[in-house]
């Protein structure tokens, strides 16, 4: 997983506070993807992004959840008003291009979530 | 139904088997194929992508598409203790779908 780099690495937040996960993907990629993975689950897409640029965030919750990709800087997953029901590990992956351009993803190591 | 179904174990085998993981799904319209491997507490690590029909090898690793049956398969031969991980399929037609994931621990 070298390259994608995420941090921090872990993250406890009590109900009510908000949580700010960030991501900055592998040198070279402008395509940035987030996932949530609960345990016993698999990886469920939440949002891709493009620099300065939403793509599709057809998986993100409507409320609470939000996500950027700036110009310059890491890619921020920002949830408002954590809930217990938040607590996960999320995934970001970086690629250069699309999938449909036959460019796979890459992913970092994650940002495991608490919520007390 | 999930899009993506894949038997999450967990599989135990001895050392030197060969370990065979499989997932089916239902979208007929995924073009590309991937296994990743995650060690616990790390993310998932590309192992075998392709978007053919058919086999594709890669030292110890040969990944198989049907698309008639809408079948992928990992097969890792000569397993090795270091191959204990969780084994995710992902196939895409735009954004990737992921099946649950299968643990396997290979015994020494």
């Known amino acids: 997983n070298a390259g994608v780099m995420q941090n921090p690495r872990h993250l406890v937040r009590r109900r009510g506070q908000e949580a700010r996960l960030r991501c900055s993907p592998m040198k070279g990629h402008s395509h940035v993807y987030w996932y949530r993975q609960l345990p016993e689950e698999g990886l469920k897409f939440m949002v891709y992004?493009?620099?300065?640029?939403?793509?599709?965030e057809s998986g993100m919750p409507k409320e609470r959840f939000s996500a950027e990709f700036p110009k310059e800087g890491p890619s921020i997953l920002r949830i408002q008003q954590v809930v217990r029901g938040d607590s996960a590990a999320y995934f970001c992956a970086s690629s250069p291009g699309t999938v449909l351009s036959n460019q796979p993803q890459h992913f970092g190591d994650g940002t495991r979530l608490s919520i007390l | 139904q999930k899009e993506v179904e894949q038997d999450p174990g967990p599989l135990s085998v001895p050392e030197g088997a060969i370990v065979s993981l499989n997932c089916t799904y239902s979208?007929?319209?995924?073009?590309?194929f991937m296994w990743y491997r995650q060690y616990s507490r790390k993310g998932p690590e590309l192992l075998m992508y392709?978007?053919?029909?058919g086999n594709k090898e890669d030292g110890r690793f040969t990944a198989q598409v049907d698309k008639s049956s809408k079948y992928i398969s990992l097969f890792i031969r000569d397993s090795q203790p270091s191959d204990s991980a969780t084994y995710l399929c992902a196939m895409s037609a735009g954004e990737l779908s992921f099946g649950a994931g299968t643990t396997v621990t290979v015994r020494a």
């Open positions: 392709t978007y053919s029909s």
């Open positions: 992004l493009q620099k300065e640029n939403i793509i599709d």
């Open positions: 979208n007929s319209a995924f073009q590309y």
